[in-house]
């Protein structure tokens, strides 16, 4: 059998005109069969949200020691001993030392795409609520000056008015 060839050269514009076209065709219509833009555009929409799912679980992870913080405070009981003290001064650490690394907790996903204000806040905020558990035991402890018994030592002494006197001179 011979070979058939064709001469693609002969082909122009103009002879194309006179066949018809295929149903469903759009002329100057061009689809990316590749899925360039619409893939990468739902990768970067999945990439955002698996980092805002990320950055939501870094944010209230403080929120699941907040129950057991709380019980250890309570079982430490009121009154000042190292246990006690022990357990306090642990409460007051983990929050404050959270809330200065804050951007440390956060640096593995902040790559720029997503805003993680709002998560950070969050981060903030349950420290805080921890913060103040902590507070309120230094409160019940006695370690917090809040009473005016407290400040007794800043009142100036008031001179007497009357002057009494009595017994036997020598």
Not at 121 to 130: M, P, R, Y
Request: with cysteine; glycine share 10%.
């Amino acid at each position: 059998m011979s070979k058939i060839e064709f001469d693609f050269s002969t082909l122009s514009a103009e002879g194309c005109k006179s066949v018809a076209s295929p149903p469903g065709l759009v002329r100057g219509f061009k689809k990316n069969y590749g899925g360039g833009n619409a893939r990468r555009e739902s990768q970067i929409a999945n990439k955002a949200e698996s980092i805002e799912r990320t950055a939501k679980a870094i944010a209230f992870a403080p929120g699941k020691q907040l129950f057991m913080t709380g019980f250890m405070l309570w079982m430490s009981g009121s009154t000042v001993h190292i246990f006690s003290m022990m357990f306090t001064l642990m409460a007051l650490q983990r929050p404050l030392t959270a809330i200065v690394n804050i951007n440390k907790a956060f640096k593995r996903i902040d790559d720029g795409t997503v805003d993680l204000l709002k998560w950070k806040l969050a981060f903030i905020g349950v420290n805080l609520v921890g913060l103040a558990m902590a507070l309120y035991k230094c409160h019940v402890l006695g370690l917090i000056p809040l009473k005016s018994s407290d400040w007794v030592h800043l009142l100036s002494i008031k001179e007497s008015d009357h002057i009494t006197g009595g017994g036997v001179g020598l």
